[in-house]
């Protein structure tokens, strides 16, 4: 009987696949996370023109704008939908910087006189709507250590009753 010699290169396979695998799984992850943040701006984007259009519009046979409650219930209603939290009852654009903020004409998000004349109406001004939210993305999560603030604004004219 004859005895076989052993192979040098019996397990550079497993290796290869190894790596392989590793760099493929980094670049699938990687992609579904761009995805999500993808997903999560756009919905910020369009919760923010969905607050804007509901303030703008005044109420029926009036020139009363809704209240900045109904404009931030809009808004999380919108981020909820697309599974970002969001409590129009606890948000607040001086909250903490880890919750979700909605600014109505508020703090620094105010509409100026060259942006939007109000020829001494204000209701015939413009509405501001800046959304903040955290994202925290899946993988990196885990760790605790990596968190972007997603912002969008809406800036719309204010239309007046007949």
């Given amino acids: 009987m004859t005895a076989k010699k052993p192979n040098p290169e019996r397990g550079t396979v497993i290796v290869e696949a ?9 670049f699938l992850l990687g992609l579904m996370e761009v995805g999500r943040f993808i997903s999560v701006q756009q919905a910020v984007t369009d919760a923010a023109r969905e607050g804007a259009r509901s303030r703008v519009t005044p109420l029926s046979q009036t020139s009363y704008l809704t209240s900045v409650f109904d404009v931030r219930t809009k808004v999380c209603t919108f981020l909820n939908a697309a599974s970002v939290s969001c409590d129009p009852t606890t948000n607040d654009y001086l909250g903490p910087a880890d919750q979700t903020r909605i600014w109505v004409n508020e703090g620094t998000h105010v509409p100026d006189q060259t942006v939007c004349p109000t020829a001494g109406n204000p209701v015939q001004g413009c509405t501001i ?20 603030t997603l912002k969008a604004e809406a800036l719309m004219r204010n239309e007046t009753s007949p």
Avoid at 18 to 26: D, E, M, V
Avoid at 129 to 148: I, R, T
């Fill in 18 to 26: 190894a790596f392989t695998l590793l760099l493929l799984f980094t």
């Fill in 129 to 148: 709507v800046h959304v903040e939210v955290p994202y925290q993305p899946v993988l990196l999560s885990m760790f605790g250590v990596f968190s972007v």
